[in-house]
């Protein structure tokens, strides 16, 4: 009945009940992926993420993941998706709330600023230099599609520019505002001078809570999480326990691995059962072709350049190195372990390469080319001044330095008479003029288009050097057929020992098999599971822990990227909202069970003080000279309230328990000299800098625990 009468006071809620349910016989797609009602309970699909209610929408996540995946591309290194997609979520709300708190300030980024920051960062004279490089840029864009690529990149780069322009302005507003006063100075440099005497004694945490039976509950730590909720404040988090199945190659792989890269030492006769042929493998030392002889023995292709020696040791491994510092043509060095391959090198033949070069230059630039600022003349009137020059020099080399001085656009190597001076391979130059003079004989003159225009380039002279070419046979140490089957034959075996069964059944088998276990903490949904076993995994193994589909206690197996094997149990689900006691206890339990044992100590020492607390719980006594500018104590380390006790408490009486970072203290303090009407003058600028410096390594991450962010990753990216 008491339902009835509300719906009865409410009745326009039936009327919207029913809207919808008709709306959803008409369109027969009330809860379809693209259903503007299903966004009423489950938010835009195309959004996979707010900020302070600001839209993070797919589109956008993808292209700053694209480009956090490039930079680790361009930076060698490797990533999991997981860590991209961390990474780039991290990245986007930094941005969007550093942002957000710039425009509230009003501060914006004029066109002069972004100019002027894009010209000094790109190694241009002027903002307007760098502005019509980019018109430049944005004309050729409409009819090359590496213009129109490189285009694309520049308006990502662009907003990048602006945000960093903005932040720099933020960041400049609130350290402005950041200051310690002469005062504030003054007391400082005099508490740097105090001192004060202190008995004390002490005993650690860890004895005293063994003495006092001290647990921290479960409810205690939520308690605590409830006063500081932006501090607790936690995505869905899943705790997990996995066993590790490695395939990889085993000692004995290892071993067949070696012998069968020595067998290329020596001469070998191999017969082909199946075609009934047998052939004749010369010796890798007695090779007619290395380039031959390694493209059909080797599984990485013969590379024909040629590297000096010191170019050659900052490519390889110490054993490969040390061969190659004495090695002579023809010498064959190895089998050397490098990584999980064995190899062989030779040096296989060896000439006289440039090492360094000089040149000189006349630089004829136009209208639109990198070095064309300023510059009225178009590209073929560059050309044509270029061919006249070239002439002019060809006729009469001896002008060379002369007409350079003149007539070269590049006014820092006019005033040398054109002249680059040595360079050597691995420089700053222009590729192309680069190429030129590292191919060409001493003593060549011609013409060459950069970037930057035309050169009329000079080979002046070069430095030669021994270089050599290496021949390098590699075999990879693989698992054998029975190695990998031994895995999964264990692994598959594991998984129905466990299937079904209890943590402690899951931990206990991986125990007594002998298989690596461990289990984590309450990771999010992007985040990487363990440092001991591949990673290429964790996306596939966190998109099943957290699938609504995937209960607690549930094992699943998964092979990773090298043909290991993962088993996976499902330890714990926790919702979104304040962190699960277990998934924060390590870092609470020590705060609360500092408070509590303190706590304890003083009812049961009462007023009996220092010497009562040295009886009772058996502590260790010192004395010490303490000031503010030192709080270690010898043999404990940095203990600040001790310090603020020692001028707080009165002369020769015993302090309360004092709740320290290593245990529990009671000091006596004695023979305060507390220094007045002390200038901080020489002191007020470093304490300024670590002021500062505190702001700037804590602002950032202040702001965003602030902010109202909300995740839908896992909803949208599916």
């Known amino acids: 009945m008491a339902v009835l009468g509300e719906i009865r006071k409410k009745t326009w809620l039936i009327f919207v009940v029913i809207g919808v349910a008709m709306l959803a016989f008409v369109a027969g797609d009330l809860f379809g992926e693209n259903s503007k009602i299903k966004q009423l309970f489950t938010g835009d699909p195309s959004v996979?993420?707010?900020?302070?209610?600001?839209?993070?929408?797919?589109?956008?996540?993808?292209?700053?993941?694209?480009?956090?995946?490039?930079?680790?591309?361009?930076?060698?290194?490797?990533?999991?998706?997981?860590?991209?997609?961390?990474?780039?979520?991290?990245?986007?709300v930094s941005?969007?709330?550093?942002?957000?708190?710039?425009?509230?300030?009003?501060?914006?980024?004029s066109d002069d600023e972004f100019w002027s920051y894009t010209a000094q960062n790109?190694?241009?004279?002027?903002?307007?230099?760098?502005?019509?490089?980019?018109?430049?840029?944005?004309?050729?864009?409409?009819?090359?599609?590496?213009?129109?690529?490189?285009?694309?990149?520049?308006?990502?780069?662009?907003?990048?520019?602006?945000?960093?322009?903005?932040?720099q302005k933020y960041f400049g507003y609130v350290m402005a505002g950041t200051a310690v006063t002469g005062k504030e100075a003054d007391i400082q440099q005099g508490y740097n001078i105090s001192n004060a005497n202190i008995q004390y004694a002490f005993v650690d945490y860890a004895t005293l809570a063994k003495k006092l039976n001290v647990k921290v509950t479960d409810e205690e730590i939520s308690a605590y999480e409830a006063k500081y909720p932006k501090l607790f404040k936690a995505e869905g988090l899943v705790k997990l326990s996995y066993t590790y199945f490695p395939a990889g190659a085993s000692t004995a792989d290892d071993a067949v691995a070696l012998a069968?890269?020595?067998?290329?030492?020596?001469?070998?006769?191999?017969?082909?059962?199946?075609?009934?042929?047998?052939?004749?493998?010369?010796?890798?030392?007695?090779?007619?072709?290395?380039?031959?002889?390694?493209?059909?023995?080797?599984?990485?292709?013969?590379?024909?350049?040629?590297?000096?020696?010191?170019?050659?040791?900052?490519?390889?491994?110490?054993?490969?190195?040390?061969?190659?510092?004495?090695?002579?043509?023809g010498q064959i060095g190895g089998p050397f372990k490098i990584g999980n391959t064995y190899q062989l090198y030779k040096l296989s033949k060896s000439k006289e390469v440039k090492d360094s070069v000089k040149s000189s230059h006349i630089l004829v630039s136009y209208t639109g080319s990198a070095a064309g600022n300023g510059v009225k003349r178009t590209k073929?009137?560059?050309?044509?001044?270029?061919?006249?020059?070239?002439?002019?020099?060809?006729?009469?080399p001896a002008s060379f330095g002369e007409v350079a001085s003149t007539k070269s656009d590049d006014k820092s190597s006019a005033v040398q008479k054109g002249s680059i001076g040595w360079v050597g391979k691995n420089n700053q130059l222009d590729q192309t003029y680069n190429g030129f003079i590292f191919t060409k004989p001493v003593g060549t003159v011609d013409l060459v288009e950069s970037q930057f225009g035309f050169h009329i380039i000079k080979v002046d002279d070069a430095k030669n050097k021994t270089a050599y070419q290496v021949a390098n046979i590699v075999k990879t140490i693989e698992p054998s057929k029975a190695t990998t089957e031994k895995a999964f034959t264990n692994a598959r075996t594991y998984v129905q020992n466990v299937e079904g069964k209890s943590l402690n059944d899951f931990k206990n088998t991986a125990k007594k098999g002998g298989y690596l276990n461990n289990t984590t903490e309450g990771i999010e949904r992007y985040a990487a599971i363990?440092?001991?076993?591949?990673?290429?995994?964790?996306g596939d193994i966190l998109k099943w822990a957290f699938d609504k589909k995937t209960d607690k206690g549930a094992t699943n197996l998964f092979t990773s990227s090298t043909g290991d094997y993962i088993v996976v149990h499902l330890?714990?689900?926790?919702?979104?909202?304040?962190?699960?006691?277990?998934?924060?206890?390590?870092?609470?339990?020590?705060?609360?069970?500092?408070?509590?044992?303190?706590?304890?100590?003083?009812?049961?020492?009462?007023n009996g003080g220092l010497n009562a607390f040295a009886s009772k719980f058996g502590a260790k006594k010192g004395n010490a000279t303490v000031n503010f500018s030192n709080s270690n104590l010898t043999g404990i380390g940095l203990e600040p309230k001790v310090v603020g006790a020692a001028f707080g408490v009165k002369p020769n009486q015993s302090s309360k328990a004092i709740a320290g970072n290593a245990g529990v203290f009671y000091i006596i303090p004695s023979n305060q000299q507390i220094q007045k009407n002390q200038k901080g003058s020489m002191i007020l600028d470093n304490l300024n800098r670590q002021l500062q410096g505190r702001f700037q390594q804590t602002l950032l991450q202040s702001l965003i625990q602030a902010a109202d962010v909300v995740d839908n990753r896992d909803r949208a990216l599916r």
């Open 48 to 92: 996979v993420g707010t900020v302070n209610g600001e839209p993070i929408g797919i589109a956008e996540y993808q292209s700053a993941y694209d480009q956090t995946q490039k930079m680790y591309e361009n930076q060698g290194q490797t990533a999991t998706p997981n860590q991209i997609a961390q990474q780039t979520w991290n990245s986007l």
């Open 95 to 109: 941005q969007k709330v550093l942002k957000q708190h710039a425009e509230k300030l009003g501060l914006k980024v």
């Open 122 to 167: 790109f190694g241009m004279a002027s903002g307007a230099e760098a502005q019509q490089q980019i018109a430049q840029l944005e004309a050729n864009a409409a009819s090359s599609p590496e213009a129109q690529q490189q285009y694309r990149g520049w308006l990502q780069t662009a907003e990048q520019i602006k945000l960093q322009i903005l932040s």
């Open 260 to 329: 069968n890269i020595k067998k290329y030492l020596s001469t070998q006769i191999v017969h082909d059962e199946v075609n009934n042929v047998t052939d004749t493998i010369a010796a890798f030392g007695s090779a007619k072709s290395d380039s031959v002889y390694v493209t059909q023995n080797s599984e990485k292709p013969f590379i024909p350049n040629y590297f000096t020696k010191a170019e050659l040791e900052a490519q390889l491994g110490p054993e490969a190195t040390n061969f190659l510092k004495t090695a002579t043509v």
């Open 380 to 396: 073929d009137e560059a050309k044509k001044l270029a061919e006249q020059i070239l002439a002019e020099v060809k006729a009469n």
């Open 530 to 538: 363990g440092q001991d076993i591949p990673n290429d995994q964790d």
């Open 571 to 606: 330890v714990e689900k926790f919702d979104k909202g304040l962190a699960h006691p277990s998934v924060v206890r390590q870092y609470v339990e020590p705060v609360l069970m500092h408070e509590k044992i303190a706590k304890l100590v003083d009812e049961q020492v009462a």
